[in-house]
């Protein structure tokens, strides 16, 4: 049972039924940006939120307890998170009363929905790894979102995993997966995988009409975003990144949780930094989309 402290703000916006975001904060910490971009990010995605007259939510784990919505000392101790925790481990870090702990998209998605929110903005989801029939890892950020009536916006998978079996995975679990103002599932770093996207959408208040009419009661909709052209990655450069990180990490023996903050560190270090500014401008840009189409819904509220 899930039962978040829910900020001032957040509570209020939810009641008056104003639009809210929920943001996740794995990205906002040392493990998904290093310093201080990592703060720059949180400000950017915050501000894109609020320029819509729309509330940000972040969620964190802090002191046992689930939160939505953090106070300015909240927000520097997630900065500084290292600690990360998925949706099982939401109750393993209340029962054992961790310090922070960081919510991915996952552990995001059961606290949002908890608190009743209905649209969230992440950077890039997780899903199948490459190898993934070998060592079986599948991100439960997919099984999240088949789980969780939210709208989960997004500039794709990492372009890192396996894409053809994430599109695969979600198909299977019913998840409706969308392309705003796209034909293809974007990669994160660069706008096309080269994967047609299974349905394009042009306009908020299609997005918002999916989930109204999800077949699944539980079932979240998943809005992929490409990046910005001008903040996009040359394809054949990050390709060979990809390779070289995804090498480091298997010479390394790195496995499970690991793989994702390991991956990503080893891509920032490949591209001397230019993965940061490409990462920070898609999640400020998939911040703005939810917020535009919380408000569109005039809904904040699962509850309505
Ligand atoms: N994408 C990013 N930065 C991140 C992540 C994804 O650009 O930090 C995080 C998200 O929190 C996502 C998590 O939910 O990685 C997935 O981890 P795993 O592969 O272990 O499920
Ligand atoms: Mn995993």
């Given at each position: 049972?899930i039962?978040p402290?829910?900020?001032?703000?957040?509570?209020?916006?939810?009641?008056?039924?104003?639009?809210?975001?929920?943001?996740?904060?794995?990205?906002?910490?040392?493990?998904?940006?290093?310093?201080?971009?990592?703060?720059?990010?949180?400000?950017?995605?915050?501000?894109?939120?609020?320029?819509?007259?729309?509330?940000?939510?972040?969620t964190?784990?802090?002191?046992?307890?689930p939160?939505?919505?953090?106070?300015?000392?909240?927000?520097?101790?997630?900065?500084?998170?290292?600690?990360?925790v998925a949706e099982r481990?939401l109750?393993?870090?209340?029962?054992?009363?961790?310090?922070?702990?960081?919510t991915?998209v996952s552990a995001t998605l059961a606290v949002a929905h908890a608190a009743?929110?209905?649209?969230?903005?992440?950077?890039?989801?997780?899903?199948?790894?490459?190898?993934?029939?070998?060592?079986?890892?599948?991100?439960a950020?997919?099984?999240a979102?088949?789980n969780h009536?939210v709208?989960?916006?997004?500039?794709?998978?990492?372009?890192?995993?396996?894409?053809?079996?994430?599109?695969?995975?979600?198909?299977?679990?019913?998840?409706?997966?969308?392309?705003?103002?796209?034909?293809?599932?974007?990669?994160?770093?660069?706008?096309?995988?080269?994967?047609?996207?299974?349905?394009?959408?042009?306009?908020?208040?299609?997005?918002?009409?999916?989930?109204?009419?999800?077949?699944?009661?539980?079932?979240?909709?998943?809005?992929?975003?490409?990046?910005?052209?001008?903040?996009?990655?040359?394809?054949?450069?990050?390709?060979?990144?990809?390779?070289?990180?995804?090498?480091?990490?298997?010479?390394?023996?790195?496995?499970?949780?690991?793989?994702?903050?390991?991956?990503?560190?080893?891509?920032?270090?490949?591209?001397?930094?230019?993965?940061?500014?490409?990462?920070?401008?898609?999640?400020?840009?998939?911040?703005?989309?939810?917020?535009?189409?919380?408000?569109?819904?005039?809904?904040?509220?699962?509850?309505?």
């Open positions: 049972m039962e402290i829910v900020s001032d703000e957040v509570a209020e916006a939810l009641t008056a039924d104003r639009p809210v975001v929920a943001l996740e904060s794995t990205i906002f910490s040392n493990l998904g940006l290093p310093a201080p971009a990592n703060a720059e990010a949180l400000e950017l995605c915050k501000q894109a939120v609020s320029d819509h007259g729309a509330v940000p939510a972040v964190a784990v802090l002191d046992g307890r939160h939505v919505g953090l106070l300015q000392d909240q927000e520097t101790r997630v900065l500084q998170g290292t600690r990360k481990d109750a393993v870090a209340q029962a054992q009363g961790w310090d922070v702990g960081v991915t009743g929110i209905s649209v969230f903005a992440t950077g890039g989801i997780g899903g199948v790894h490459r190898g993934s029939e070998v060592s079986g890892d599948i991100s950020d997919l099984d979102i088949a009536p709208i989960t916006v997004c500039a794709g998978a990492k372009a890192f995993l396996d894409l053809p079996r994430t599109l695969e995975y979600l198909e299977t679990a019913g998840v409706p997966v969308l392309g705003w103002q796209h034909d293809w599932f974007p990669a994160f770093y660069t706008r096309s995988s080269g994967l047609p996207i299974p349905h394009r959408v042009d306009a908020e208040g299609e997005v918002c009409d999916v989930l109204r009419y999800r077949a699944r009661p539980a079932t979240g909709v998943l809005l992929t975003i490409p990046i910005p052209v001008e903040d996009e990655i040359p394809a054949a450069r990050i390709d060979a990144v990809l390779a070289a990180a995804l090498a480091a990490s298997d010479r390394a023996g790195i496995a499970g949780p690991a793989v994702t903050p390991y991956v990503l560190a080893r891509i920032e270090k490949e591209t001397d930094g230019q993965s940061v500014p490409a990462n920070l401008a898609l999640a400020r840009n998939n911040a703005d989309v939810a917020a535009r189409i919380a408000v569109s819904a005039g809904f904040a509220s699962s509850r309505r």
